[in-house]
């Protein structure tokens, strides 16, 4: 699990620099929707940046049960900037407040 919010760990990631769907060019002052993992060694990894046609706001894909996120960014000269978190699947195994719950009262 992650302790650093991925929008902060992400902001100024480099980008590269066309979209990976339609290989438009991502320049300074678009949009950009990427697409990032949490690994325990290497912290929140982008693996996927398009343009902002087709950028998906949702994880539509089974993660395996990896933190991954979906953000939304400004860019400039290659970097992501004011980044925002707009979709997050969490590991199916970390304790929702629910589970938590039950355990304490389980005591
Ligand atoms: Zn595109």
Do not use: F
Request: contains cysteine; hydrophobic residues 35%; proline residues 2%.
């Amino acid at each position: 699990m992650s302790e650093i919010a991925p929008a902060t760990a992400l902001n100024s990631a480099k980008t590269g620099q066309i979209c990976d769907q339609c290989n438009q060019d991502i320049r300074t002052g678009d949009k950009a929707i990427a697409y990032a993992t949490h690994y325990v060694a290497d912290g929140w990894v982008i693996r996927r940046v398009w343009c902002d046609d087709c950028g998906d706001s949702i994880i539509g894909t089974d993660t395996d049960g990896m933190d991954e996120v979906v953000i939304d960014a400004g860019t400039l000269r290659n970097r992501l900037v004011g980044v925002t978190t707009i979709d997050r699947s969490r590991p199916k195994n970390e304790l929702t407040r629910d589970d938590l719950s039950r355990v304490l009262h389980q005591r």
